[in-house]
Every structure is written in structure tokens, then in C-alpha cells.
């Protein structure tokens, strides 16, 4: 038997904030980022929380890729608060770090488990419907995936107000996440049909609007922004279904070690990723017992328009096209271009404890083909 828990309310479209006004809590604890705060943009949520007289804290000792000192910290600061309600508004970091915080904080106070509100700010991470954390052992240079059904926010809010002043490059990044967590999710050892559903759209959204999305500065379509944001969100649905693979996996060795934000990471390794895992190299024109994730590669290609003669042809017109998108919106193909102070020699140094990790990393144990350490440490070389 299997089973799909859709727990998370989600508020979207116009003035999904406004849902803050009718909380039935006094008070609530935020968690957000220094820059929400700085921004002043930490106001557009805070005003619905004003208009109900509910009274705030606001804690933004928030920085990328969340550390465990962090989580400790942010810990006691809830808990000498205790409010029945924490609400993260931020990025991927700021989300992850306020789960780990409401995760531990229960773990030391049983009774204790607060309604938990993620507004994202970034339309890629999709972990405000997702039961994932990642938190940094800085000490080891070792990113830790946690899973647990805790993590899962109660409810999230998508409002494109949130996400309109977001760079072009940040917009690039966060987008090809999404675009890897939504293919990751559909070729997934666990994937099934709520997970291929919600996967199939989030990339067609990715498809039709995320080279927009990055235009929105000269553009201002904000119809490209609000619909991104719907597919992070949708892409989040899907792998915390059916999980991910070995291009996070990679990932997040390269975030760890070289800091380059994960969702370049996960551009930089995708289409590596989907050439290992379906066999299917340039100088591949056809497959004698070809892996299942071949047809369902194809296939995905086909959905969202392009086009090949076989399934071999729509693999490689998918993995062409996710390069395609990266170089138009002016991203890093290779980690050297993402990385340009990092030897090769310092790269090379650490191959092999990156190959270890990635072996390791709660990802890789769905993805649709086993790899070996040789195996990861020939895409770490091929995507240098």
C-alpha cells in the first residue's frame, strides 16, 4: 500500500496575505532573514498581522545555507517566546532554518508544537509544502538533509507581491531548482501518479515561464513571477512524494564546499544527471534495453513541446534544452564559471570526499540508477 498526504493549506493568487488577518492567534513568532527586515518588505506581512491587533516577534538571525549553531539559537529564542504560531517569511534558508527550529523546540518540549505559516519569498525551493530541511555542518563542510513529517508547514502563502522585487539572476537560480526538483521527482524510484502530476505541470510551467520570469526586471510580467511561484510550490508537492536524485545529491557537495548557491548547483549538474541515469551520452543514437527513466524523460519532453524522433532524440532535446535556458539567462554552465576563484587542483582535492557524501545523501537513495563513487566523481569531473 501506498499513500499520499497533501497536508499543507495553500493560499495563492491576489492578496493571499491577507489570510494573516484572521489568525485566531494573539501572538506569533516570526522568523525571517536580515535583508526582509532592512527591506522594510517584512512589512507587507506584518501589516495584516497590525490590522488584527496581533502582537509579533520578529527573529532575522537568518543567513544562507543555515548552520546547526543557528538552528540552536533560533531554539531558545522560540522557546522563550512559546507563541502558539511561527510564521517563516523568506527564502529556502530562512524556511528551512524555522522548521529545524519548531522540529527541535518540540523535541525539547513535547507538548509544544506551534502552528507553522511559510510565505516564501523566492520561487524555487518549494519547501514550504515539503517535509525536507537542509542545514550545514560547518565544522565538516557537510550539508544534512533531514526528513520528517514535523517539518511540513500547516499552511503556506504564495503571493507574488512577495517575489516581484526578487534579482533577475536570483530568479534564474531559484527557477532551475524548481525545474530539477519537478524532473528529479518524475524519473524518482518512488514516483507514482500524484507525484507525476504535480511534476508534469511544474514543468511545463518552467517551460513557458521561467526565462519570463528572469526578463520581469525590464518586463515588469507579472503574470511570469506569480506563475513561477506556483511551480515551486507544485514542483515541492512532488518530490516530497516521491523524493529526488543524484543531482541534489551532487549539489549540495557543491554548495558545501565551493558555497555556489544550490539551485546554480543543480543547473550545473541536471543535465549530466539525466545523460547518467538514462545512458544516453551525445554520441547516443539508440538503446538496446533502455532504462525505464528513458521513456519517462521522453516523454516529459514530449509534454512540454519538444521535439524527437524517438525516445532517445526527445532525452537528448530535454537535456539541450535545460542548457539552452541557462545560458540564455546568462548562468554558469560548469563549476569552474560558477567557482572561478577554485583551482583545479583544490577542486580535485576534494572529489573524493564529495563522492562519498553525495553516495550517502538521502537523495540519491531514489535515484532511478544506482551510482557508484566512480560513477559520482566522473560527473564532478564532467561538470568542472
Known sequence: MRSCNLKTTIHFEEN???RLASLEYKSVFIITDPFMVSSGLIKTVT???DSAQIKYK???DVVPDPSTDKVVSGVAALVREMSPCLIAVGGGSAIDLAKCVRLFAHNLHADYAPHFIAIPTTSGTGSEVTSFAVITDTKRNIKHALIDDFLLPNEAILDVEMVKSVPASIAADTGMDVLAHALEAYVSTESDYFSDMYAEKATSLCKHYLVRSYRYPQTQEKKARDKMHVASCLAGIAFNTASLGICHSIAHQLGAQFHIPHGRANAIVLPDAIAFNSGIAENTFSLDNP???VSKYANMSRRIGLIGYDDVACVKSLAYFIRSMQIEMGMPISVHDAAPT??????ESRLDAMAEAA???RCTKTNPRTPTKADIIKILKKIW
Do not use: G, R
Open 58 to 60: 520578529i527573529y532575522s
Open 47 to 49: 501589516k495584516h498581522l
Open 342 to 347: 577554485v583551482s583545479f587542483t583544490e577542486y
Open 291 to 293: 532504462a525505464p527513466c
Open 359 to 361: 553516495l550517502l545523501d
Open 16 to 18: 493571499a496575505l491577507s
